[in-house]
């Protein structure tokens, strides 16, 4: 590669990886920069749910493309990024959520996603451990991977076309097509790519981002215990409402036999420490739909932050009037899913190719547009 690379990716988690991968693809020297190690923010701490959301039209359209993503894929990810083509199953507790069932059922179909609805004695076989329920909506097209190792695959193929990473380079500064390292380096690019995740905004001051805080809870291995993703329907609202606390049923079967248990929303800054509280209710939240759950073992408790924006979807692509700032950040609590689209969609828009999806939504300077109006 040549001194001056094409591209400066800001971060190496799955965002920053998925864009290097698909701006290296497609034929540009590609350079990137983490202040920590691949994978190491966010990424390391997310559940790696691949799912399909409704939240809205963008929201549905970004994360169905994305799925479809990593089913193509599949075949090449290596066995420790523990892809789980597992399915979702979105359990209804009363007649008032099997409605709900029925319109997401109709929903997911218009649209090209398949999905299945299971009625009480259905969801009771496929999942002996839930309590009995209502029904359930099973999306089997959604999976479940890890994300770190995700990553850093998608960093390997990056590198294999070309892109170099430098890891323990902090970024003080960066600017329209160069960067300072807090080492006092100034490097100069075709373009920069801040992919900076929950610290994005530390670096673009005025993107729109917030962190915002989840727990999640690791058990001992009890392989069988769940075959599917489980997930209330309130999941959704709670990720919505920026309310300053929230707590949603949300557990997934890792391929190792642990439980992996979430989920909570909290807005109290950069705060990491454990929120006893919020955690007790998250955990009883899970043992209310799993009551099996409540004699496992915890081995392992963290937290981390979401990328939050205003309207739940991420920041993709160039900044304001900036000639070579790019962005892709924000992507709240489903990165590891968008990771593969907001890539495509960068590399799209970067490299003059007609966009897989409407940019437009996804716009950067979308938010403070919206805020100085
Ligand atoms: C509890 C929890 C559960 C989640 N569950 C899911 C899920 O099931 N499915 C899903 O799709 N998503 C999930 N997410 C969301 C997902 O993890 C994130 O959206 C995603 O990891 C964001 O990736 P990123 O690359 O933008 O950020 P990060 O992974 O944080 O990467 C940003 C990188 O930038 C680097 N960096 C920051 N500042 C600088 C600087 N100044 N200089 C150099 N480098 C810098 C950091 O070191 C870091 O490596 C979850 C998140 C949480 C917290």
């Given at each position: 590669?040549s001194?001056?690379?094409?591209?400066?990716?800001?971060?190496?988690?799955?965002?920053?990886?998925?864009?290097?991968?698909?701006?290296a693809r497609?034929?540009?020297?590609?350079?990137v920069?983490?202040?920590?190690?691949?994978?190491?923010?966010?990424t390391?701490?997310?559940?790696?749910?691949l799912?399909?959301?409704?939240?809205?039209?963008?929201?549905?359209a970004?994360?169905?493309?994305s799925?479809?993503l990593?089913?193509?894929?599949?075949?090449?990810?290596?066995?420790?990024?523990?892809?789980?083509?597992?399915g979702?199953?979105?359990?209804?507790?009363?007649?008032?959520?099997?409605?709900?069932v029925?319109?997401?059922?109709?929903?997911?179909?218009?649209?090209?996603?398949?999905?299945?609805?299971?009625?009480?004695?259905?969801?009771?076989?496929?999942e002996?451990?839930?309590r009995?329920?209502?029904?359930?909506?099973r999306?089997?097209?959604d999976?479940?991977?890890?994300?770190p190792?995700?990553?850093?695959?998608?960093?390997?193929?990056?590198?294999?076309?070309?892109?170099?990473?430098?890891?323990g380079?902090?970024?003080?500064?960066?600017?329209?097509?160069?960067?300072?390292?807090?080492r006092?380096?100034?490097?100069?690019?075709?373009?920069?790519?801040?992919a900076?995740?929950?610290?994005a905004?530390l670096?673009?001051?005025?993107?729109?981002?917030?962190?915002?805080?989840g727990?999640?809870?690791?058990?001992?291995?009890h392989?069988?215990?769940?075959?599917?993703?489980?997930?209330?329907?309130?999941?959704?609202?709670?990720?919505?409402?920026?309310t300053?606390?929230?707590v949603?049923?949300n557990?997934?079967?890792?391929?190792?036999?642990?439980?992996?248990?979430?989920?909570?929303?909290?807005?109290?800054?950069?705060?990491?420490?454990?929120?006893?509280?919020?955690?007790?209710?998250?955990?009883a939240r899970?043992?209310?739909?799993?009551?099996?759950?409540?004699?496992l073992s915890?081995?392992?408790v963290?937290?981390?932050?979401?990328?939050?924006?205003?309207?739940?979807?991420?920041?993709?692509?160039?900044?304001?009037?900036?000639e070579?700032?790019?962005?892709?950040?924000?992507?709240?609590g489903?990165?590891?899913?968008?990771s593969?689209?907001?890539a495509?969609?960068?590399?799209?828009l970067?490299?003059?190719?007609?966009?897989?999806?409407?940019?437009?939504p996804?716009?950067p300077?979308?938010?403070?547009?919206?805020?100085?109006?």
């Amino acid at each position: 590669m040549s001194a001056r690379p094409d591209v400066i990716v800001v971060g190496a988690g799955i965002v920053g990886a998925a864009c290097a991968r698909e701006l290296a693809r497609g034929g540009l020297a590609v350079e990137v920069l983490d202040g920590g190690i691949a994978g190491g923010g966010t990424t390391a701490a997310g559940m790696g749910h691949l799912v399909v959301m409704d939240d809205s039209e963008e929201q549905f359209a970004l994360t169905a493309h994305s799925c479809r993503l990593w089913r193509s894929l599949a075949e090449e990810l290596p066995p420790d990024a523990e892809l789980d083509p597992c399915g979702t199953l979105w359990v209804a507790e009363d007649a008032e959520q099997l409605e709900a069932v029925r319109a997401k059922h109709r929903y997911y179909g218009e649209r090209g996603v398949e999905t299945e609805e299971l009625d009480a004695r259905q969801v009771a076989e496929a999942e002996p451990n839930l309590r009995p329920l209502a029904g359930a909506l099973r999306v089997p097209g959604d999976a479940v991977v890890y994300p770190p190792n995700a990553a850093r695959h998608l960093l390997a193929d990056a590198m294999r076309a070309g892109a170099r990473l430098r890891e323990g380079c902090t970024v003080a500064t960066l600017g329209d097509g160069d960067v300072v390292t807090a080492r006092g380096e100034r490097l100069s690019a075709g373009a920069v790519v801040n992919a900076a995740g929950a610290a994005a905004g530390l670096l673009t001051p005025r993107l729109p981002i917030a962190p915002r805080k989840g727990h999640l809870v690791i058990t001992d291995r009890h392989p069988g215990f769940c075959h599917h993703q489980l997930v209330e329907l309130g999941y959704l609202k709670s990720a919505h409402e920026m309310t300053a606390e929230s707590v949603a049923f949300n557990v997934q079967p890792r391929k190792t036999g642990q439980l992996l248990i979430g989920s909570s929303r909290e807005l109290v800054g950069w705060d990491a420490g454990m929120n006893r509280a919020i955690l007790g209710r998250m955990v009883a939240r899970a043992a209310a739909f799993l009551p099996a759950i409540a004699r496992l073992s915890a081995i392992r408790v963290w937290t981390g932050f979401r990328p939050a924006t205003p309207d739940k979807l991420p920041l993709v692509g160039r900044w304001e009037d900036s000639e070579r700032l790019w962005i892709a950040a924000g992507h709240e609590g489903l990165g590891i899913t968008t990771s593969l689209g907001s890539a495509h969609l960068l590399a799209d828009l970067m490299l003059g190719r007609a966009p897989a999806l409407d940019p437009t939504p996804f716009a950067p300077s979308r938010a403070t547009a919206e805020a100085e109006a």
